[in-house]
Antibody
Framework: QVQLVESGGGVVQPGRSLRLSCAAS????????MHWVRQAPGKGLEWVAL????????YYADSVKGRFTISRDSSNNTLYLQMTSLRAGDTALYYC????????????WGQGTLVTVSS | DIQMTQSPSSLSASVGDRVTITCQAS??????LNWYQQKPGKAPKLLIY???NLEAGAPSRFSGSGSGTDFTFTISSLQPEDIATYYC????????FGGGTKVEIK
């Protein structure tokens, strides 16, 4: 069955960097676009970034553009999110998600990894 | 960017009631609209895709309708296990979510 397992979250000071990972299994990882979606504590869902199936196309929310980089490694079925210049407003549970029906119909989600930006 | 306005932000209904949530897009998104259910401490779960298609395994009491800018999500008979927050999401452009509707039992 499809599994997405995020890791790499933690407490980080403002201005520092962090890299999140999402290990995928149970489907042909190299065949599908992947996304990061985040949820601040007690708040709604916010789409963060998208990478195409082959890694050739990437899109970002305005709130993270220029600070976050999405990437993927199909040799080990892993999605990444490199986050730099972190701010308090980036504090959230970060989910990876994929759409096997269509690129942005999120039919599979991970359990999330929590990032807390605090001094 | 496409803004998604979801209402109400919360509602309280009795078991067996019909519950309706609306979502309005800031521009025409044809039918590129999905609905998710999120229970506390859990990841969102897809219920409806492309405005009106029921995801495999989702109970038939959930339904969706609409096109263009106005969409509706309905629970035909509210059950205790439906207590959750529901989100709409468009993907005509880069994805964006509505603000969510928290559904509680009266």
């Amino acid at each position: 069955q499809v599994q997405l397992v995020e890791s790499g979250g933690g407490v980080v000071q403002p201005g520092r960097s962090l890299r999140l990972s999402c290990a995928a299994s149970g489907f042909t990882f190299s065949g599908y676009a992947m996304h990061w979606v985040r949820q601040a504590p007690g708040k709604g869902l916010e789409w963060v970034a998208l990478i195409s199936y082959d890694g050739g196309t990437k899109y970002y929310a305005d709130s993270v553009k220029g600070r976050f980089t999405i990437s993927r490694d199909s040799s080990n079925n892993t999605l990444y999110l490199q986050m730099t210049s972190l701010r308090a407003g980036d504090t959230a549970l970060y989910y990876c998600a994929t759409g096997t029906t269509a690129m942005a119909i999120f039919d599979y989600w991970g359990q999330g990894t929590l990032v807390t930006v605090s001094s | 960017d496409i803004q998604m306005t979801q209402s109400p932000s919360s509602l309280s209904a009795s078991v067996g009631d019909r519950v309706t949530i609306t979502c309005q897009a800031s521009r025409d998104i044809t039918n590129f609209l999905n609905w998710y259910q999120q229970k506390p401490g859990k990841a969102p779960k897809l219920l409806i895709y492309d405005a009106s298609n029921l995801e495999a395994g989702a109970p038939s009491r959930f339904s969706g309708s609409g096109s263009g800018t106005d969409f509706t999500f309905t629970i035909s008979s509210l059950q205790p296990e439906d207590i959750a927050t529901y989100y709409c999401q468009q993907y005509d452009n880069l994805p964006s979510f509505g603000g969510g509707t928290k559904v509680e039992i009266k």
